[in-house]
Nanobody, 121 residues
Framework: VQLQASGGGSVQAGGSLRLSCAAS????????VNWFRQAPGKEREFVAG???????YYGDSVKGRFTIARDNAKNTVYLQMSSLKPEDTAVYYC????????????????WGHGTQVTVSS
């Protein structure tokens, strides 16, 4: 599975962005898809994941502000980010994990390249 993340950019606090993760290759429908982020000097952090049944899971820091959803017909997962804060500034990565979501970065099966999100105050 190959993953391509897009949609990052710069936005002011309180604004919104939508990230997309487009997948290619076989068996995309058999993978949970997750978003992680990594800020400078910090560890990679689980943001959100969506399982095969399109059930979402969120990290505590983004609950109520971010929404994840998958479109299997388009092999794409979206992360809608609202009420953005400066502390959301990071490189965001999408990642695929076999059969379910995965919150631990070292257990992910496939990574995409990151996309930068910068939130200014």
């Amino acid at each position: 599975v190959q993953l391509q993340a897009s949609g990052g950019g710069s936005v002011q606090a309180g604004g919104s962005l939508r990230l997309s993760c487009a997948a290619s290759g076989r068996s995309f429908n058999n993978y949970g898809v997750n978003w992680f982020r990594q800020a400078p000097g910090k560890e990679r952090e689980f943001v959100a994941g969506v399982n095969l049944a399109n059930t979402p899971y969120y990290g505590d820091s983004v609950k109520g502000r971010f929404t994840i959803a998958r479109d299997n017909a388009k092999n794409t997962v979206y992360l809608q980010m609202s009420s953005l804060k400066p502390e959301d500034t990071a490189v965001y990565y999408c990642a695929a994990s076999w059969s379910s979501i995965e919150t631990i970065p070292t257990k992910v099966d496939y990574w995409g390249h990151g996309t930068q999100v910068t939130v200014s105050s």
